[in-house]
C-alpha cells in the first residue's frame, strides 16, 4: 500500500497535469510559410569569415589609416630639428657626473 | 544508429544553407517544426505561440553559419527555442503593469479542495484542467521571466540540473539557486492566495 500522499505532493502532481495539458492547444499552419517569406526575404546566408580572412580584412580596413600615420611622421622627421636632442645625447655619453636636472631640463 | 544518420543528415542540409541554398531550410523547419511547436506550447501563452515560432526559426536560420554540429540540430533548436521564450518574458514583464488582481473565489476554493488531506487522488483525477490551468498561470504570472522559465523546466517538466543550464546558458550553481528559491515562492504565492492554517504543511514539501 502506497504511503498518503502530502498536500505538496498532490498539489505537484495537479499543476505537472495542468501543465502537460498545455501541450493539446492547436497551432495554425500558415506560419510556417510566413517563416520561408521571410527567410527568402533575408536572402542567401553570409558564411562565418575564418580567422584568416577576418585578419585579411582587418588589415586592409586599416591601410588608409596606416599610410597616413607614415606619412605623416614622415614629414614630422623631415622638418624636426634633431641637433638639440643629439647634444643631450653626447652628455649623456660624456659627462654623466657633471649632469644635472637643470642642465638636463634645458634650464 | 537512424539518430546518427539524421543528424549527419541535418548537418547536410545546414551546409547547404549555409552555402546559400535558402529553400533546403524548408526541410529543417518541416522537420522540427512540431518540436519547436511543443517547447512553445510549455511555455507561452496561446496567442503567442505562432508569431513566437516564427522568431524561433529566423533566429536559427540567422544562426546557422555559428552552428559548429558540437550538439545535434535539435538540441542547438531546443536552445535556441527555449531562449527565445525566455527572451519573450522578458520583454513581457518589462512592459506589464504589476499584476494585483488576487485569485477569485472559484479558484481559491478549486486551490482549497485541491490540497486538502481528503482530495488526493479521487480529485487528482476528476480535477478541472481548465481552473488548474488558470491557477497556474495565476501564480506563475506573479513570478520572475528568469524563475518562471526554471521552475518551468526542473519542476514541471523534470529537466535535470544540467540539462536546464544547457538550455538557459546559465551556470548550474544559477539553475540550482534559482530553482530552490523559485519554488518557494510559488508555494508561498499558493499558501497565501488562501488564507487557510490547514495548508502549511506545503512550504515542508518544498524544502526537499
Redesign the interface.
Known amino acids: 500500500m502506497n504511503p498518503?500522499?502530502?498536500?505538496?505532493?498532490?498539489?505537484?502532481?495537479?499543476?505537472?497535469?495542468?501543465?502537460?495539458?498545455?501541450?493539446n492547444?492547436e497551432?495554425?499552419d500558415?506560419?510556417?510559410q510566413?517563416?520561408?517569406r521571410?527567410?527568402?526575404e533575408?536572402?542567401?546566408?553570409?558564411?562565418?569569415p575564418s580567422f584568416p580572412e577576418m585578419l585579411e580584412q582587418m588589415v586592409w580596413r586599416l591601410a588608409p589609416v596606416t599610410c597616413l600615420l607614415i606619412f605623416g611622421l614622415a614629414v614630422l622627421f623631415a622638418f624636426a630639428d634633431f641637433t638639440s636632442g643629439y647634444e643631450v645625447f653626447q652628455l649623456l655619453m660624456n659627462g654623466t657626473e657633471e649632469l644635472t636636472f637643470a642642465l638636463f631640463a634645458g634650464l | 544508429m537512424d539518430n546518427d544518420s539524421s543528424t549527419s543528415g541535418d548537418a547536410e542540409i545546414v551546409g547547404q544553407v549555409v552555402a546559400g541554398d535558402v529553400h533546403a531550410f524548408e526541410h529543417l523547419l518541416r522537420k522540427y517544426q512540431n518540436l519547436v511547436l511543443i517547447i512553445l506550447k510549455k511555455h507561452l501563452p496561446y496567442d503567442q505561440i505562432e508569431e513566437t515560432a516564427q522568431d524561433v526559426f529566423i533566429r536559427a536560420y540567422q544562426s546557422l553559419p555559428t552552428f559548429r554540429g558540437e550538439s545535434s540540430f535539435k538540441q542547438w533548436l531546443s536552445t535556441i527555442a527555449v531562449r527565445t521564450c525566455y527572451d519573450f518574458w522578458r520583454k513581457h514583464y518589462k512592459s506589464r503593469e504589476l499584476p494585483m488582481s488576487s485569485l477569485t473565489e472559484k479558484h481559491q476554493v478549486w486551490l482549497e479542495e485541491a490540497i486538502s488531506a481528503q482530495a488526493s487522488q479521487s480529485f487528482h483525477e476528476q480535477s478541472l484542467q481548465k481552473e488548474a490551468r488558470e491557477v497556474l498561470d495565476w501564480a506563475l504570472d506573479r513570478l520572475s521571466a528568469a524563475d518562471r522559465m526554471v521552475l518551468e523546466l526542473v519542476y514541471f517538466e523534470g529537466y535535470s540540473l544540467k540539462e536546464t543550464s544547457d538550455l538557459l546558458g546559465w551556470s548550474i550553481a544559477n539553475v540550482k539557486v534559482r530553482s530552490f528559491r523559485s519554488r518557494k515562492k510559488l508555494h508561498k504565492l499558493l499558501t497565501q492566495a488562501i488564507p487557510s492554517p490547514d495548508i502549511s504543511g506545503l512550504d515542508r514539501g518544498s524544502t526537499t
Open positions: 498518503p500522499k502530502t498536500e505538496h505532493e498532490v498539489l505537484q502532481a495537479i499543476l505537472r497535469k495542468a501543465y502537460s495539458e498545455k501541450e492547444v497551432v495554425g500558415q506560419w510556417q510566413k517563416v520561408m521571410r527567410v527568402r533575408l536572402g542567401a546566408l553570409q558564411p562565418t
